[in-house]
């Protein structure tokens, strides 16, 4: 078998666990075995860490697949994919690694599965170096589900770090193929909306705090829009542990969502928690793309299995966006070019990412 191996070098470009989160998930979807070297070489503890584990162990089952190599700290796995099937399946980090990463491999594969599936995903809800989860809620789901799918994801509890502790239920059922995206226009900015929380032993003064911080930075630069940033206590019933934060998210005419959030932590000012937020949100909206950076990479895998071309416009393209497209165009058929948007406006960094999709079908349906 080991002659039809893809080998992916998992220390290029970005360096982290994005390659062994969409080498896995293509690797599941296009029945192709693969070896995975030096893991996570760019980072400062290389080798995989419990989250990454529990993401190549829920790949591994939802397809029956044979993994080795896969143990905390390891830098090379191998693993033989199945036929990918639904149902039930749990993935526990038992740590605060983050369950929105788990979901960014799994949720590929589902959608060519036999039958719908339900993930319960545990560990961490807003975890640092991850999207929170409520910007999978808030800005990826509405955005991705442009792809011709849906997906229904229930937060159980919150965690925080660093115990984690946090489940958000994903039900999902699976499509014959999914339909190419065009997001090229951007429209007007028409609302901006958001949350500040606060869980655990934190008062609700410091949400509201990060909330009217954010407000006041953002009039700056927005003067005439009305802005709604909620200050929320989480339920102690749905929540474990202690943690705070903000996502605020700007809506435009045409239907894009761009945002911008922080987390709190012991010893940071809350005022300057919310003014990140807001300062990412800005400078999300400054390049005139339809996508804000952290949704820029996560399409990319979407896109390669779409039938037809996709288009994308978003700001300066990231290291995690360039590490997607590499590992797609070596693992799948499609292709991608990235071009300077011709715009009106010189001074505007911005960028068209068209895809001609591979067309994967589920063979199931």
């Known amino acids: 078998m080991d002659g039809?191996?893809?080998?992916?070098d998992g220390g290029v470009m970005e360096g982290g666990g994005q390659i062994l989160r969409v080498s896995m998930a293509l690797s599941c979807l296009l029945g192709l075995p693969v070896r995975v070297r030096r893991i996570r070489a760019g980072r400062s503890q290389p080798g995989l860490r419990p989250q990454h584990l529990s993401g190549l162990e829920i790949v591994r089952d939802l397809c029956n697949g044979k993994l080795n190599g896969g143990e905390i700290g390891s830098t090379e796995i191998t693993f033989t994919p199945g036929k990918i099937k639904g149902g039930t399946h749990i993935a526990d980090t038992k740590t605060a690694g983050s369950v929105c990463l788990l979901m960014q491999v799994a949720m590929p594969c589902v959608l060519f599965a036999a039958s719908p599936s339900e993930l319960h995903l545990k560990g961490g809800t807003n975890a640092e170096m991850a999207?929170?989860?409520d910007y999978t809620v808030m800005v990826f789901k509405?955005?991705?589900e442009k792809f011709n799918f849906t997906f229904n994801c229930d937060i159980k509890r919150r965690g925080y770090y660093p115990q984690g502790g946090g489940e958000v239920v994903v039900q999902m059922s699976p499509v014959?193929?999914?339909?190419p995206i065009n997001l090229t226009e951007r429209g007007t900015v028409t609302k901006i909306y958001?949350?500040?929380?606060?869980?655990?032993?934190?008062p609700i003064k410091l949400a509201k705090d990060m909330s009217a911080a954010a407000v006041r930075c953002i009039r700056r630069e927005i003067r005439d829009l009305y802005i709604n940033i909620q200050p929320v206590r989480e339920p102690d019933d749905q929540a474990v542990g202690t943690g705070s934060g903000i996502i605020i998210v700007a809506e435009t005419s045409t239907g894009c969502l761009l945002a911008g959030s922080s987390l709190g932590k012991r010893g940071k000012n809350s005022d300057k928690v919310g003014i990140e937020a807001a300062e990412m949100l800005l400078q999300n909206l400054k390049h005139g793309g339809t996508v804000d950076e952290s949704l820029q990479d996560q399409l990319i895998i979407f896109m390669a299995l779409a039938k037809g071309v996709s288009r994308v416009k978003s700001g300066p393209i990231t290291l995690h966006t360039q590490t997607a497209i590499h590992f797609a165009e070596q693992l799948t058929k499609a292709k991608f070019t990235v071009t300077k948007s011709e715009e009106e406006?010189?001074?505007n960094d911005t960028y068209i990412i068209e895809c001609q999709g591979m067309g994967m079908t589920n063979p199931n349906l």
């Open 176 to 179: 014959k193929e999914l339909s």
């Open 345 to 347: 406006d010189p001074s």
């Open 4 to 8: 039809d191996r893809v080998e992916i």
């Open 131 to 133: 999207p929170q989860i």
């Open 142 to 144: 509405p955005i991705v």
């Open 194 to 202: 958001g949350r500040a929380f606060v869980a655990g032993a934190l």
